[in-house]
C-alpha cells in the first residue's frame, strides 16, 4: 500500500472575528433552536465559532505533522454580502490578503483558493488582486450565498480563470441551513456551468454530501475538467466503513481515480479536532482503501491511492511535486 503523500484540499483556518457577524448571528440561532427548549440566539452569539478558531495556524500545523500532511488548502468563503445585514465585517480583499500572509508564514504548509462573491461592484479587481497572490492556487465559490452559476453577469469570472488556468472550488453540498439557499449549489447547476464552459477546471467541494452525492457523481461523468472532492466524507466512514467503500468504488468506476479529490474541510480549533485524531482517523481510512477489508477487495490500487491522497491536488492547484 502506498499514500505516503497527503495533501488536505479542503481544511479551514481562521479566527472568529474573521467571520462577518450576520453569519455568526445565523450560527447562533442554528445553535439556540437545535433542542428544547429552544434559546435566545444571543446567548450562544459569543460561543458561535470560538472553538474552532485557530488564526496562527499553529494547531493545524501540527495536526498536519502528527499526520502526515505535507500541506493544506483554504478554500476562502465569501459571505459578505450574505452576513451582511448587520454587524462587522472584515472585507473580502483583507480576508483574502490574510491568509497571503498566513501562507507566507507557514510556507509549503498552506495554500488557500481566494473567496469571490461576484455581485461585488468590484467585483473584477478583487479577483485581479487575489489571482496575483502567491500562494493563490484557485477560486472558491459559494453559489448557496445568493449568486447564481449561471448569471450571464458572471460570465466575465469563468472567462478569466481559465485564461488564468484557475479552478473554481463550488460547495456542492445542502449542508447549510439558515441564512442559505442551498438550492443554488446543486451539483446540476456546476454541470450546466461546466457545459457552458467546458474548459474550466471545477472542483465539486464535499462531491454532494450527503444528499447529493449521486448527483455530484452522475453531474460530474465525462468531463474532463471535473474532480470531485471528497471533503467531510468521514462522516460517511465513521458511521458505515463498508458504504463509503461501495460508495467510492463507483466514484472510481464511473469518473476515474484521476478525478477524485482529498480533503477533510476540518476548523480546527481548541473543541474541533485540536491535536488531529479526527485527520488521522479520516486518512487511515482512506489508506485503508487499498488493502482488503471485511472480505471486500481493495476499492483502489496503490497508485490510485496516490492520486486520490495528493497526485490530483498537486495537478488541479499547480502544487509542487516532491522532490
Known amino acids: 500500500m502506498s499514500g505516503e503523500r497527503v495533501i488536505d484540499a479542503h481544511m479551514h483556518v481562521w479566527d472568529a472575528s474573521w467571520l462577518p457577524e450576520g453569519l455568526r448571528r445565523a450560527w447562533a ?29 499553529e494547531l493545524t500545523i501540527a495536526a498536519f505533522d502528527r499526520a502526515g500532511v505535507e500541506s493544506g488548502i483554504v478554500p476562502v468563503v465569501d459571505w459578505t454580502i450574505v452576513g451582511e445585514p448587520v454587524g462587522e465585517h472584515l472585507p473580502i480583499r483583507e480576508l483574502n490578503a490574510r491568509y497571503e500572509e498566513l501562507a507566507s508564514t507557514h510556507e509549503g504548509r498552506l495554500f488557500f483558493c481566494a473567496g469571490l462573491d ?12 487575489a489571482a496575483g497572490l502567491a500562494h ?42 439558515d441564512p442559505l439557499q442551498v438550492i443554488r449549489c446543486r451539483p ?6 461546466s457545459a457552458l464552459h ?3 477546471k471545477v472542483s465539486y467541494a464535499h462531491a454532494g454530501v450527503e444528499a447529493w452525492w449521486t448527483e455530484a457523481l452522475d453531474c460530474a461523468t465525462g468531463w474532463q475538467h471535473a474532480y470531485l472532492e471528497l471533503s467531510l466524507w468521514q462522516r460517511v466512514a465513521f458511521d458505515d466503513y463498508a458504504e ?7 466514484m472510481r468506476d464511473q469518473v476515474g481515480a484521476h478525478r477524485l479529490i482529498f480533503g477533510s474541510d476540518i476548523i480546527r480549533g481548541p473543541r474541533h ?3 488531529g485524531a ?4 479520516w486518512i487511515g481510512m482512506v489508506r485503508d482503501l487499498a488493502a482488503p477489508h471485511a472480505g471486500d477487495p481493495a476499492v483502489l490500487s496503490p497508485d490510485e491511492l496516490d492520486l486520490f491522497l495528493s497526485g490530483n491536488a498537486t495537478r488541479l492547484f499547480d502544487l509542487k511535486e516532491p522532490s
Open 118 to 129: 461576484p455581485r461585488h461592484p468590484d467585483a473584477k479587481e478583487i479577483f485581479e488582486v
Open 198 to 200: 467546458p474548459t474550466l
Open 278 to 281: 479526527e485527520l488521522v482517523r
Open 244 to 250: 463509503f467503500r461501495r460508495r467510492v468504488r463507483r
Open 273 to 275: 479536532d485540536p491535536e
Open 136 to 177: 493563490c492556487r484557485g477560486f472558491k465559490l459559494y453559489p448557496a450565498a445568493g449568486w447564481d452559476l449561471r448569471d450571464p453577469a458572471h460570465t466575465w469570472l469563468f472567462e478569466a480563470l481559465i485564461e488564468r488556468d484557475l479552478p473554481a472550488v463550488v460547495h456542492t453540498s445542502p449542508l447549510g441551513g
Open 188 to 193: 446540476a447547476e456546476l454541470a450546466a456551468l
Open 29 to 57: 440561532r442554528q445553535g439556540a433552536g437545535r433542542r428544547l427548549p429552544e434559546r435566545c440566539p444571543d446567548e450562544v452569539l459569543g460561543r458561535v465559532a470560538i472553538g474552532q478558531s485557530d488564526p496562527g495556524g
